[in-house]
């Protein structure tokens, strides 16, 4: 059964008008160093694409390394007046951003889905939204930044406990989600006092850009949010091993990952990755089986299944197994593809070519080992120039397998059958993520089990995906460590400072002697 196509893509005016809009926005450069826009110097151009069509949106000239050095020196220069100034002062100024953001909330999401393919329901009812309450609970957050109360714990001293902005920190951000990472880096830096330097994928900048000067637009101090826009070998390098950054924090996979951790231990940097996922979904044989299947097409499909979060593992109990796959099957053949533009789309395009064929390698390969129930293949016609790929269901692969082990970032879902709740929740466990799992069961006890038990940094329970500003956000084992979102963010982004007085009138001598005598 072949999925059907919302659209064709014949003139599409609504995506020409963003583009234009773009290239007359952002014709002074795609860096925002120090309040405006600048051209990159490193001599070599690089081209938005739109995914739907394969086509050029919009060109610019890559950052380099001297770049990377004005903004840090930007960013470095900032930081003294915005780390000085009140939490109520940071708060109002972030809390102007957010009404910022809302106002322009339509010219991002189109901008978002252009350069990503993403549907524009998606950029509108998620992405944007999510963005502009991030942005008004870090503000909220920005007046919230305490240490420990004072206390007597050695004597006469009393001591007390600072946090304390980091100072200038070095961000690189993935293309999946481009505006919302660019939030989630961002806010929770500049909540706490710091000032930023971001890097953007270059293929997804314009967001990143926008989200800049939309900061600087409500009163944010030039210098305290900058964006950089080059390649990762150079400019991000340069970045991350930057002797004027103090803190790296890097999402993306976990190869990159290690990467960066290397450059970053060189300068002995405050570190935060969140990297790659291969989310498990299990399904225990007394769940509602409809709303399983339903919960796995919209964990595997959201963003066209590039989410590091995204189900891409099911385990499902073998007295529910075969209906499972049915089921999935016949929800998966009624997803429509299309111009992400187009009000009847549910699947836009992967990021690029490249992506596509990437993930139809690896379920060429899997035809070997294992069966293609429904999609495994780019359609064609009016989406043929695009980056397509139909949703795709994949059942009977073995656990050791590479399309069970490897993260493949794209519609795709492998589904496998266990036993006993031992299994389901051992097999959930290998491999070597632990970013996110969601455990499906109408059993409060085998639930909670699962939760406990099931070793990553989000576990949801007859649900997958949804994602909230108070709660973090973040992976155990090669997810990486540290978390978005929430309080634990805005704390990661401060360092800790032990404050002693001596509460005595006199020069104290007896800790003195005890270690040098009487002298």
Avoid at 21 to 26: S, T
Avoid at 90 to 107: K, Q, T
Avoid at 182 to 192: F, Y
């Amino acid at each position: 059964m072949h999925n059907p196509t919302s659209a064709n893509l014949p003139d599409r005016p609504s995506a020409k008008s963003v583009a234009a809009a773009a290239q007359e926005r952002f014709a002074d450069g795609a860096n925002f160093v120090g309040g405006r826009l600048t051209q990159g110097t490193s001599g070599r151009t690089h081209a938005v694409v739109d995914p739907a069509t394969g086509t050029d949106v919009f060109t610019y000239e890559l950052a380099g390394t001297a770049d990377v050095d004005a903004a840090v020196a930007s960013a470095r220069e900032a930081f003294p007046g915005w780390a000085g100034a009140t939490p109520g002062e940071r708060s109002d100024a972030m809390h102007a951003f957010a009404g910022a953001l809302a106002e322009r909330a339509e010219e991002f999401a189109r901008l978002e889905s252009l350069q990503c393919g993403k549907p524009l329901k998606l950029s509108r009812e998620f992405d944007v939204p999510g963005t502009v309450d991030n942005t008004a609970f870090f503000a909220g957050a920005a007046r919230h930044l305490q240490g420990q109360s004072a206390g007597e714990y050695s004597g006469d001293h009393t001591s007390y406990v600072r946090r304390e902005p980091i100072g200038v920190v070095g961000s690189i951000a993935p293309w999946n989600y481009p505006l919302q990472m660019a939030a989630w880096k961002v806010l929770p830096a500049i909540a706490a006092g710091n000032t930023i330097v971001l890097k953007p994928a270059e293929l997804t900048p314009l967001t990143s850009l926008l989200f800049a000067q939309t900061a600087a637009d409500a009163g944010i101090p030039a210098g305290v949010v900058n964006v950089i826009t080059g390649a990762g070998r150079d400019a991000g390098e340069h970045l991350v091993g930057h002797p004027d950054v103090a803190m790296t924090s890097f999402t993306g996979s976990t190869g990159v990952g290690k990467r960066v951790a290397e450059v970053a231990t060189a300068t002995v940097k405050r570190l935060h990755l969140e990297l790659g996922g291969k989310a498990p979904f299990v399904v225990f044989d007394d769940a509602d089986l409809a709303a399983a299947v339903h919960g796995a097409v919209a964990g595997a499909l959201i963003n066209t299944g590039q989410d590091c979060t995204a189900a891409t593992r099911a385990y499902v109990q073998r007295p529910l197994y075969e209906a499972f796959v049915a089921g999935v099957a016949d929800v998966m053949a009624s997803v429509r593809l299309g111009d992400p533009f187009a009000d009847g789309t549910d699947l836009g395009p992967l990021i690029s070519h490249a992506q596509r064929d990437r993930v139809a390698g690896f379920v060429d390969r899997a035809r070997s080992y294992a069966r293609v129930v429904t999609g495994g293949e780019a359609p064609g016609g009016a989406l043929a120039d695009g980056a397509y790929y139909r949703p795709t269901l994949v059942a009977d692969a073995a656990q050791d397998s590479e399309i069970v082990q490897s993260e493949i970032f794209g519609p795709v879902l492998v589904v496998l059958p266990f036993d006993t709740d031992e299994e389901g929740i051992r097999l959930a466990n290998d491999t070597p993520y632990g970013l996110a799992a969601s455990a499906w069961s109408t059993n409060v006890y085998r639930a909670n089990r699962a939760t406990r038990e099931i070793k990553a940094g989000c576990v949801w329970v007859n649900d997958h995906i949804p994602i909230l500003s108070e709660m973090p956000h973040g992976g155990y084992k090669a997810s990486g460590f540290g978390k978005d979102m929430s309080a634990y963010s805005f704390e990661e982004y401060t360092q800790i400072k032990h404050v002693m007085f001596d509460n005595t009138a006199v020069v104290r001598k007896d800790w003195h002697r005890t270690i040098f005598g009487d002298r």
